[in-house]
């Protein structure tokens, strides 16, 4: 196992963060590097996201950074209604060009929720109701619904409407087959293992 890997996260919300830290640790190591997930916003949404990412950009560039500099910068936001390759350009565009090589997007489409069940097998190992998550669907708070719903037919109550399962999912998850079945989901992870590798010289 490689020397660690310095990640520093920017995501919209406690759904994201709970789902994208093991998510990092977990393909990190199946790529034989050893990863430092540190999390730099996680609450306010989609634009506190945005803006945090920005403010601390400029504290990297004047020299003004606390503690060793990243490797890796994620920066996760949903897709909300419109497409990944938008999201994506959204995030790329509020990058200086000096982080270019650094900067992973993680921007599930629609939203985050729709991850956690990207897997149905392995979501029924954890939590015992394999969700039927459908055709893609634009309408807010949709996921959220199911996914709470999936966790009480699954015998829990959903006290975080499911984000509390997040580690285990991650552990169990066919990420092959998470990735087939969602598109957003393939494109983080296909970018995130070519850049870890990039990062630790393999």
């Not at 393909?27 to 430092?36: G, K, L, P």
């Not at 916003?41 to 601390?56: L, N």
Request: with cysteine; glycine share 8%.
């Amino acid at each position: 196992m490689s020397e660690g890997v310095r990640v520093d996260l920017f995501v919209e919300d406690r759904a994201h963060e709970e789902l994208l830290k093991p998510l990092l640790v977990r393909v990190a190591s199946e790529t034989a590097v050893s990863v430092d997930v540190r999390v730099r916003s996680a609450r306010g949404g989609h634009a506190k996201a945005i803006q945090e990412f920005v403010g601390y950009q400029r504290l990297l560039e004047k020299g003004a950074f606390v503690g060793e500099p990243p490797d890796l910068i994620v920066v996760g936001i949903d897709g909300n209604c419109s497409t990944f390759a938008k999201k994506r350009a959204e995030i790329m565009d509020a990058r200086n060009a000096s982080l270019s090589a650094r900067l992973v997007a993680a921007c599930p489409d629609p939203h985050v929720e729709r991850w956690y069940m990207a897997d149905p097998d392995s979501f029924f190992d954890v939590v015992g109701h394999r969700p039927s998550v459908g055709a893609r669907k634009c309408e807010r708070d949709h996921y959220k619904r199911l996914l709470t719903e999936a966790v009480r037919r699954g015998g829990y109550p959903p006290t975080l409407g499911g984000v509390e399962f997040a580690a285990d999912l991650v552990a169990a998850m066919d990420l092959y087959r998470a990735g087939r079945s969602d598109h957003s989901l393939k494109a983080f992870l296909d970018d995130l293992r070519t850049d870890l590798q990039r990062v630790r010289g393999t």
